[in-house]
């Protein structure tokens, strides 16, 4: 059976670590199913809390000499792989409800056909290939008229997200999940010299760390929260022309500076730049090759500040077919199998195919960004050089299959929802410019530094664009 601790043995060799190291780790609160899904979510979310956390202990390490000891509660990380519907704003929860329109619909050859339409660009996309208007029943009677297989194309060329729903049978015999097939979890590579840079001592894993981070939705954002949560000082960039939804930003924010640059301007380019080259971490989530036009690619920023970690995520790996194609977690559930087969085993009122109900494979691939950034530190720290942390969802998805399945006679009676007085000890409030927020806690325990959010989360922009003096809040 797969646990926590041998999920956390199979990643800490991706850093060249002895998988002994793991023993520095302890995991409370069972195995799963925790929630009513064969997905081993519990161990994903545990083992790769416990891996960044882990790393953050080696940072530690580096600082001062000690080892310290990690503990991780496997529920309460399976509740951090949805921690956005946690949240309260002074007195009311933070809405966070799929757009109506966005789902899985029956297309005419007997299949299904996912539309990702949170996102107002993205909605449109579906829209106009449908030929609808933002009406749940019409968009069905469009999809009805289209082979899943054509829509899926017809989608992705009109700029718009979403896929046709595959078995894992199937999955596996597609040409990109051959090109991820070969690839490590988490790739953390070298990609220029430069001197080493010994970390000082202070009482925090990455005090004096600088993130510059252009990354959006979870799985990038949440990296960045991590880093944050062990001393960083993060800046996320964004622009007020780019959609959001606003309960993520909440989420994701903690510990944040928040600021605005539109990158279609010269101007706001080189101030980006500026940062950067003050940094030590820049996050990035578009698709491979997107940025090298802007002058943003890992071989121009290494040459523009030596030493820099350049942690890159895309949708479905940066070779293959499908690697300039757009992807969120719940198209890469869609395509991989993951819907059918949680449709299979866990019946639900809605026909068709069926997400799992959390946001595992973001939330994980965040921890393990978070992770192989704080290994790229570390290894900067000893021998110098430039880095590139490089992962994908779908590199994520493989990984979580493979974790195995709960037997299927587990999945009987288990609750949909956590206790609330659990949710309650994991949770705590921050006084944020637009009032007190409750929200999840970070999940992992460690001995010496126990991981908290210097700031709170704030509105987008709320920031200049400029690096605060050390030492000011």
Not at 47 to 76: F, I, K, P, Y
Request: overall charge neutral; some cysteine; glycine content about 10%.
């Amino acid at each position: 059976m797969t646990t926590a601790d041998s999920a956390l043995r199979s990643i800490l060799p991706l850093a060249g670590w002895s998988r002994d190291r793991a023993a520095d780790a302890s995991f409370t609160g069972g195995t799963d199913p925790v929630l009513p899904t064969p997905f081993r979510i519990g161990v994903a979310g545990a083992s790769t809390v416990a891996a960044a956390a882990v790393a953050a202990a080696a940072l530690w390490e580096a600082r001062t000499g000690r080892r310290q000891q990690v503990s991780v509660d496997l529920r309460q990380a399976t509740a951090s792989l949805r921690s956005g519907t946690y949240m309260k704003l002074g007195a009311g929860e933070l809405p966070h409800r799929r757009n109506a329109i966005m789902g899985c619909y029956p297309t005419k050859d007997g299949r299904w056909s996912y539309l990702h339409c949170n996102f107002p660009n993205h909605r449109a996309a579906a829209l106009g290939v449908l030929g609808v208007a933002e009406d749940r029943e019409a968009v069905a009677r469009a999809v009805a008229h289209w082979t899943a297989a054509d829509l899926e194309e017809a989608i992705i060329a009109a700029k718009g997200a979403g896929g046709m729903v595959r078995t894992q049978a199937e999955w596996a015999g597609h040409p990109q999940a051959a090109a991820i097939a070969p690839l490590p979890l988490l790739e953390i590579v070298r990609i220029g010299d430069s001197a080493p840079e010994p970390l000082p001592r202070s009482d925090r894993p990455l005090s004096g760390i600088r993130v510059v981070d252009i990354t959006r939705v979870l799985a990038g954002p949440t990296c960045a929260r991590t880093l944050a949560e062990h001393g960083a000082e993060v800046m996320k960039i964004t622009a007020a022309h780019l959609p959001n939804l606003g309960y993520q930003e909440w989420d994701t924010g903690h510990g944040k500076l928040s600021a605005q640059l539109d990158l279609r301007q010269p101007a706001n380019l080189d101030t980006l730049r500026g940062l950067i080259t003050e940094a030590d971490v820049f996050s990035q989530g578009y698709r491979p090759g997107t940025l090298s036009e802007r002058g943003l690619s890992p071989e121009a920023l290494a040459a523009l500040r030596p030493g820099l970690v350049y942690v890159s995520l895309s949708a479905f790996g940066h070779a293959g077919p499908w690697a300039a194609r757009r992807g969120f977690d719940t198209v890469v559930q869609t395509v991989s199998g993951i819907t059918a087969r949680q449709a299979e085993l866990v019946p639900a009122e809605e026909k068709g195919p069926q997400f799992y109900p959390v946001s595992a494979i973001d939330y994980c691939t965040g921890y393990l960004m978070a992770f192989g950034a704080m290994v790229a530190l570390e290894r900067r720290a000893r021998e110098g050089g430039s880095w590139l942390v490089r992962i994908s969802l779908a590199q994520v998805g493989k990984w979580l299959v493979d974790l195995g399945e709960v037997p299927a006679a587990s999945l009987a009676g288990v609750p949909e929802e956590f206790d609330a007085d659990e949710l309650a000890r994991w949770s705590m409030t921050s006084k944020t410019p637009g009032g007190t927020l409750r929200h999840l806690r970070p999940v992992a325990r460690m001995s010496e530094t126990p991981p908290h959010w210097a700031r709170p989360s704030v509105p987008l922009g709320h920031h200049e664009p400029v690096w605060p003096a050390p030492g000011t809040a």
